[in-house]
């Protein structure tokens, strides 16, 4: 890796951009400039990083120097911002989903494959200390093929979170409610974990109707994978942001010879019958636990990982997936011109 200091620029002052940069400033990554079209969030938001703020993105990449372009807009804001950075030659760490609708998701994804640059997205959660230990147990082979998988995120979204952030209840900005916003991690993860989706079937509808807010708070849908094996497995899925409090994600697989389930932390089932428990609890991290933890992990791998020349392992395309699925559940249930 190179010596020289690398230099980000964070795109959207609000609450994710405090993660990226908390990050940013542990892995002395210098903050080029913060850009936001609130001259007052930018500014502000800069000062916590002794940055500068700005809102003339173009400016910024104009002015060159920048290694990476860290995309923390709503979600109809990705795709502009991500090809203005791949158009000026700069890497890009896109925060999640790809865009607000799968068609921008596969334009951007494609434009990120021809663009001589590295895109990664923020899929941290692949990245959680249990997470790594399902896959490392399922990859081992120990415990047999997939039985059965199943997965919950039962979180609170008031209308005071929509009048903070009004984009994330339009569905024409953000593209939809808790499968594209809050669960597509775990989706994500299902898919990962379990195998490549070849199925889809659900619904995504308003369990508990907030003025307004046009997105679905509620979704329930089944999944068939593809085993390495070859063999077909299915999946379930429930989620929905009209719990009242923000509980633990749950993400439970049966195997022929034993079980993972995370509960916050994780508790595994041997072959011999053996249950063992992996904490997922980093110390020192400042994220909101319900979120996942590991940002701090990827933008270091990310940042560590420029001058490979492969792409970074959760590349655009490896995102796609997880935006495939939600999209599957939307068509069917008739939203958002799906
Ligand atoms: N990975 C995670 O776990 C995680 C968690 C929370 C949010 N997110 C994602 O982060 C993104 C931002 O979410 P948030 O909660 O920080 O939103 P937010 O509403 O708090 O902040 C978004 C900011 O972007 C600014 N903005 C809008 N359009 C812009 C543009 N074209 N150029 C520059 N700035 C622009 C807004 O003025 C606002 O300050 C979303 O994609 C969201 O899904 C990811």
Redesign the pocket.
């Known amino acids: 890796m190179s010596t020289t200091k690398r230099r980000a620029v964070v ?7 405090r ?1 990226h940069i908390d990050a940013l400033t542990a892995l002395e990554i210098e903050v080029a400039a913060v ?4 001259e007052q ?1 930018a500014n502000e938001r800069a000062a916590s990083a002794a940055s500068v703020g700005t809102t003339d ?1 173009h400016a910024v990449l104009g002015a060159g120097n920048i290694d990476v372009v860290h995309v ?4 109809d ?2 795709a ?2 991500a090809l203005a950075a791949l158009a000026a030659g700069v890497n890009v760490l896109l ?3 790809l865009a607000n609708t799968l068609a921008e998701a596969d334009r951007l994804a494609a434009a990120a494959a021809t663009a001589g640059v590295k895109a990664g997205v ?1 899929f ?1 959660n692949r990245y959680n200390p249990t997470v790594r230990a399902m896959r490392a147990a399922l990859e081992s082979g120990d415990l047999g093929p997939v039985l059965a998988a199943s997965a919950t995120v039962a979180w609170s979204r008031t209308g005071g979170y929509y009048a ?2 009004p ?2 209840g339009q569905s024409h900005r953000s593209g939809g409610g808790v499968l594209i ?1 809050q669960s597509i ?1 775990t989706i994500d993860l299902l898919q990962w974990l379990v195998g490549p989706v070849t199925e889809v079937s659900g619904r995504a509808f308003q369990l508990h109707p907030i003025p307004g807010v046009d997105v679905e708070d509620t979704a329930a849908f089944t999944l068939v994978h593809t085993q390495p094996d070859g063999e077909p497995v299915r999946s379930t899925m429930w989620a929905t942001n009209a719990n009242a409090t923000n509980a633990p994600v749950t993400l439970d697989i049966l195997c022929e010879r034993g079980s993972l389930s995370l509960r916050g932390d994780l508790t595994m089932v041997s072959a011999d019958g053996t249950t063992s428990v992996v904490s997922d609890d980093p110390p020192g991290a400042t ?1 909101p636990s319900y ?2 933890l590991s ?1 701090k992990a990827l933008i270091a791998d990310f940042y560590a990982t420029l001058e490979d020349p492969e792409p970074f392992w959760i590349s655009l395309a490896d995102a796609l997936p997880a935006q495939r699925i939600l999209a599957g559940v939307y068509e069917q249930s008739g939203l958002y011109g799906g």
């Open positions: 795109v959207g002052a609000g609450d994710i951009s993660v850009v936001d079209l609130d969030r993105l923390c807009t709503p979600h804001q990705h502009p911002v925060e999640k989903p923020c941290q903070a952030k984009w994330a916003n991690h994220t979120w996942g940002h």
